[in-house]
């Protein structure tokens, strides 16, 4: 296995609000004035009467969008005090997600997150095992999740995931800026060269 091999697949992991999604977007800025073509989903979250009511999520940069998650949604699929709509999640999946492992104008496949309500989807399941064996380059946001897809993730000899916490200081989420960025650009060049 290259060296270009073994960083084909970049996340940031952390815990809850450390962060991890701020450190990823300050990251996307950078490779979109690069002109680097970025494609994939984001996950923010809804506040209502600044209440966090719920999640969303968007096909990234200007793509459509679904509820992903709410408290109002009724659901057999629930995580916490949020029933998750995996239907609506699905046809992203669906119609946007495994579009752009085809697509050759996609260099970095973006995903925010493979958490627990993602992984509720069967579907967004097969997608994230598609990708990490794609040539595609994958950076996205790894949710602290005790399951098996998230540990085989983590043992994949292609993948490195670099961890922040809330006590992570300024200049460390830095650094870990800079290997990111050092590392997709890295992986891009060899592709653009023919070194995969």
């Known amino acids: 296995m290259s060296l270009f091999q073994s960083i084909k697949n970049i996340f940031i992991a952390g815990p809850p609000r450390s962060g ?28 209502v009467s600044g209440k966090r009511w719920g999640f969303k999520v968007k096909v990234y940069p200007e793509g459509p969008e679904e509820i992903l998650a709410s408290v109002e949604i009724q659901s057999p699929y629930r995580v916490s005090k949020y029933g998750v709509n995996i239907e609506g999640f699905e046809r992203i999946v669906e119609n946007y997600l495994m579009k752009m492992l085809k697509d050759p104008n996609v260099q970095v496949l973006l995903i925010d997150e493979i958490g627990k309500m993602e992984l509720l989807s069967k579907k967004f399941r097969s997608f994230v095992e598609e990708a990490l064996n794609s040539p595609k380059l994958v950076v996205g946001v790894l949710g602290y999740v005790d399951d098996p897809l998230v540990l085989s993730i983590r043992r994949r000899k292609d993948t490195v995931v670099y961890t922040i916490t809330y006590q992570s200081s300024e200049i460390q989420r830095k650094e870990i800026r800079r290997k990111i960025l ?9 592709m653009s060269t023919g070194c995969i």
């Open 182 to 190: 050092e590392d997709i650009n890295t992986y891009i060049l060899a």
């Open 20 to 47: 991890k999604s701020t450190l990823l977007m300050s990251i996307l800025e950078d490779l979109q004035k690069d002109k680097i073509r970025i494609s994939g989903i984001i996950c923010p979250e809804i506040r």
